[in-house]
Structures are given as structure tokens and as C-alpha cells.
């Protein structure tokens, strides 16, 4: 299984990009990156999600390295409604394991 | 209400009894999922649903029974609530053409065995 590595932590500045990095060094060459969010006690959210090709939405951008061992999540501008923990994920089979993730602090 | 609704959205029980969690969906998605959440923690698959009538374990299935008779409702029974099952517990579905994966959650259950 392909495991993810992401900072337990970040900061970023109201109205700037937030960039959220992730490893997943061992992800085989047909598994997908899927990204997550959870704002404080709500169900988890779904972003976006990509195979090698960047990927685009009205949420975020994911940018994944031509090697797919590691990928970026993209919030062109965030704002305090963006603060939240952030899960990169890469399932496999029945697998879809939500890790510790990266709590991102969006500060005004 | 369209969406992913969860009830109750807060329940006390005490050890020993039975409660049973509902989940229900209004999108006809063919999966459904629920998961478990401790303070600090990650989300744990618990029991998970390809459609109606078809459901399999996940990661943590002991001490809990899920049915699915049919395709919008999945709820979730605690046949002898321990303490160990205080926890918070959210119900998700997908779709076959979004993908098993791309899933949507609904707003959760906070549950205290006393």
C-alpha cells in the first residue's frame, strides 16, 4: 500500500496561496491521489483527486510530480474558512485511510 | 433535504444497550460508508456497502452490525454499547460514476457510552 507523509502542520496568510504537500513515495503506477479537508467537527470533504495529470477545480488545484512520489494541493487563495486538516490520501482495495493529515491555520 | 443526513446527531447511552445509528442519502448512491472518529484521531472504516442487501467489513467491524434493504438508508447498530465505542461517527456515500472513492459525508454522530 502506498502510504502518505504530510506536515502535521501549516501556516498561511489570508488572501495568499496555500500550498499542502505530500509524499507517497511507494504509490504504484494505476492508484489515484485523493485529497480531503475536515473543517473542525464536520464530515470530512471532499476536494479533488488525481491519477499524473494536474488537476483543476472550483475548490483547488493538485499538482502531482512526473514521478508520482509526491504531489501538492493548491488553494490559490485562502481565506479563514480554508483553516481545517487536510488529508492526502491514496487508497487501495477496500483501503481508504484517512492519516493524521496537515491542520492548516489560516491567519488573518 | 438533499444530502447525506445522519440522526440522532448526539446520543448518551449506557453500557450494555442497544442503540442503532441512522444514515440516509437522497442522491441513490450505490455506496455507503460509516466510519468512526476518536478525539485526535483519524477516521476508521467500520462497514461499508456496494449496494442494497450487499455489505462487508472494514477496518474496525467488532461490536457493531450495519444492514442495507435499501439503496438510500445504511444504518449502523451497536448491539452492546462499550465504553470504547464513545466516539463520532459519520455515515458517507459515493456513486459508481464518481467513483467509490470520491466520497460525501454527512455531518456526523457524537456518541457517549456512559
Known amino acids: 500500500d502506498a502510504k502518505t507523509t504530510q506536515p502535521p502542520s501549516m501556516d498561511c496568510a489570508e488572501g495568499r496561496a496555500a500550498n499542502l504537500p505530500c509524499n507517497h513515495s511507494?504509490?504504484?503506477?494505476?492508484?489515484?491521489v485523493y485529497w480531503y479537508r475536515q473543517i473542525h467537527s464536520q464530515g470530512p470533504q471532499y476536494i479533488i483527486h488525481?491519477?499524473?495529470n494536474n488537476e483543476t477545480n472550483e475548490m483547488a488545484s493538485l499538482i502531482i510530480t512526473e514521478d508520482r512520489k509526491s504531489s501538492t494541493l493548491i488553494l490559490p487563495h485562502a481565506t479563514l474558512r480554508d483553516t481545517a486538516v487536510y488529508y492526502c490520501?491514496?487508497?487501495?482495495?477496500?483501503?481508504?485511510?484517512f492519516g493524521p493529515g496537515t491542520r492548516l491555520s489560516v491567519l488573518p | 433535504d438533499a444530502g447525506i443526513t445522519q440522526s440522532p446527531r448526539y446520543k448518551i447511552t449506557e453500557t450494555g444497550r442497544q442503540v442503532t445509528l441512522m444514515c440516509h442519502q437522497t442522491?441513490?448512491?450505490?455506496?455507503m460508508f460509516w466510519y468512526r472518529q476518536d478525539l485526535g484521531h483519524g477516521l476508521r472504516l467500520i462497514y461499508y456497502?456496494?449496494?442494497?442487501?450487499?455489505?462487508d467489513k472494514g477496518e474496525v467491524p467488532d461490536g457493531y452490525v450495519v444492514s442495507r434493504s435499501k439503496t438510500e438508508n445504511f444504518p449502523l447498530t451497536l448491539e452492546s454499547a462499550t465504553r470504547s465505542q464513545t466516539s463520532v461517527y459519520f455515515c458517507?456515500?459515493?456513486?459508481?460514476?464518481?467513483?467509490?472513492?470520491?466520497?460525501?459525508f454527512g455531518p456526523g454522530t457524537r456518541l457517549t457510552v456512559t
Open positions: 458517507a456515500s459515493s456513486s459508481e460514476a464518481g467513483g467509490i472513492y470520491e466520497q460525501y
Open positions: 511507494t504509490i504504484s503506477g494505476n492508484e489515484y
Open positions: 488525481g491519477l499524473k
Open positions: 490520501i491514496v487508497p487501495y482495495g477496500q483501503n481508504f485511510v
Open positions: 442522491w441513490s448512491h450505490s455506496y
Open positions: 456497502s456496494a449496494a442494497a442487501d450487499i455489505t
